[in-house]
Nanobody, 115 residues
Framework: QVQLVESGGGVVQAGGSLRLSCAAS????????VGWFRRPPGGQRELVAI???????KYLDSVKGRSTVSEGNNANMVYLQMNSLEPGDTGVYYC?????????WGQGTQVTVSS
């Protein structure tokens, strides 16, 4: 059973930055993919950024150039660095891990960007 715990959400003004962290119960390197999704208010969950083994990292078009997903030096950590935040980035952010064709989700962390 994979467990994912997010942290680092909060309220930030437009133009600011946040770094979200995700702690996994196992080694990130053993996963087929890790990344972040978000659910905007009243909207559906959407991919923000994902690292898939053997493929290039993928980003939501609206966050390209402003966000970076990375794996930490600590083997069980994944991060999402978000810069130049916009009100449209508001939502609940979920850590995601893919292992043997099964997806696992964290409980989410709220990010609110005020204008």
């Amino acid at each position: 059973q994979v467990q994912l715990v997010e942290s680092g959400g909060g309220v930030v003004q437009a133009g600011g930055s946040l770094r979200l962290s995700c702690a996994a119960s196992g080694s990130i390197s053993s996963f087929d993919g890790v990344g972040w999704f978000r659910r905007p208010p009243g909207g559906q969950r959407e991919l923000v950024a994902i690292i898939i083994r053997g493929e290039s990292t993928k980003y939501l078009d609206s966050v390209k150039g402003r966000s970076t997903v990375s794996e930490g030096n600590n083997a069980n950590m994944v991060y999402l660095q978000m810069n130049s935040l916009e009100p449209g980035d508001t939502g609940v952010y979920y850590c995601y891990a893919l292992l043997s064709a099964t997806g696992y989700w964290g409980q989410g962390t709220q990010v609110t960007v005020s204008s």
